[in-house]
């Protein structure tokens, strides 16, 4: 995609959305990070859902271990892969304790050593919780890259380096967010709404041209 589409693009998407947000209820960045975790092949309706009762009985690391395993699961049992999923949130909060003072540490390096962290948790993490640039590619944003023409790759590592390279500067602190959105909501994986698409004179995409355009 041209530099300058690249560019209308976000132009249009901020003027929709100038403060985007994750969808995930969190008030601390631990409460983000365990939000995160929960959310790996699972909806943020289920998450928030888990979270409405989990934090309020744990909502550190120390009260999440002294909650327990059992405890846990019975918060998030309705989540998928939520046995394994409690076991890393409990590991995590005791490396928090042990090596970190309780706090989220604001380093990938440090983060993607936690267990069930990986780099696109800790580019969330960061992202949201610390202001840093970083744009994490789900399944969503992965599909809107390549669709629209965006940023093509084959991996989700690929689309995320090119998102960094050909994203400005004044757009990549919300730039996941505002892509991740418009594929939840309108580029979505089996009926892309064409016709209530903002950016439609960016996309690339051919199959657009079969569809009706509002």
């Known amino acids: 995609m041209r530099p300058a589409n690249v560019r209308r693009l976000f132009e249009i998407l901020r003027s929709g959305n100038p403060a985007p947000a994750t969808e995930l209820q969190h008030a601390s960045s631990f409460e983000l990070l365990v939000a995160v975790m929960l959310s790996a092949q699972a909806t943020d309706i289920s998450v928030n859902k888990a979270t409405a009762t989990l934090f309020p009985k744990a909502n550190t690391p120390a009260a999440m271990i002294k909650l327990g395993s059992s405890g846990l699961k ?3 049992r309705h989540i998928g892969l939520f046995n394994t999923k409690a076991g890393n ?3 995590m909060c005791r490396i928090l304790l042990r090596e970190h003072n309780g706090q989220v540490p604001a380093d990938r390096d440090a983060l993607e050593r936690l267990p069930g962290v990986g780099r696109k948790t800790a580019n969330v993490v960061l992202n949201v919780a610390f202001g840093e640039p970083t744009i994490a590619v789900d399944t969503h944003i992965f599909r809107v890259a390549n669709r629209t023409g965006l940023a ?7 689309v995320e380096d090119e998102l960094v390279r050909i994203v400005p500067e004044e757009f990549r602190r919300h730039a996941h967010h505002w892509l991740i959105l418009h594929g939840r909501y309108v580029c979505t994986a089996r009926r892309p709404r ?13 199959e657009k041209y079969q569809r009706p355009v509002g």
């Not at 016709?195 to 051919?206: F, P, S």
């Open 194 to 206: 064409c016709a209530a698409c903002q950016i439609h004179r960016q996309c690339e995409w051919q």
């Open 89 to 91: 949130i409990l590991k």
């Open 74 to 76: 019975r918060h998030i």
């Open 152 to 158: 093509p790759g084959r991996t989700v590592r690929e």
